[in-house]
């Protein structure tokens, strides 16, 4: 799937019902955009209610996503298939070609996040993670 609008990348289901509010806003504006979504963390639910499809391969880890409070979470993590999630997750940013690449989430994740897309990014730092 190759998209020609905004994708929006997420990191949490925060981010992600944050994100919807803004896609909600927008598509309220009457602007007519493609959107598309990658949440790197969790399943993204709140993008399936909101009808906004997910480009890559979603998964809830035992962690919940917050693995760095405790290295025995990540273990867990990657036993659920965290490597091979994120791998997969990677390709498909980086098959999709998007004019806007819209980050959610905390500084770190954002920056990290907007490597392998190749595009400028547009962040919304509404949640910061210490």
């Known amino acids: 799937m190759k998209s020609k609008g ?3 990348l997420t990191n949490g289901h925060g ?3 944050i994100n919807c ?3 909600k806003a927008l598509r309220a504006s009457g602007v007519d955009v493609d959107v598309s979504a990658m ?4 399943d993204g639910a709140a993008y399936s209610l909101s009808t906004v499809p997910i480009i890559g391969p979603t998964s809830k880890m035992p962690s919940g996503g917050v693995f760095y409070m ?6 867990k993590d990657i036993r659920a298939g965290l490597i091979a999630v994120t791998k997969a997750a990677i390709a498909r940013c980086l ?12 500084w770190g994740y954002c920056r990290g996040g907007d ?3 190749q595009q400028p990014p547009l962040y919304n730092f ?3 993670s210490f």
């Open 126 to 128: 509404s949640i910061r």
């Open 15 to 17: 981010e992600d019902a």
């Open 115 to 117: 490597r392998p897309c």
């Open 6 to 8: 905004i994708l929006f």
């Open 70 to 75: 405790n290295p025995l979470f990540l273990l």
């Open 95 to 106: 098959d999709t070609l998007a004019s806007l690449r819209f980050g959610g989430g905390d």
């Open 21 to 23: 509010q803004i896609l």
């Open 39 to 42: 949440p790197v963390v969790g």
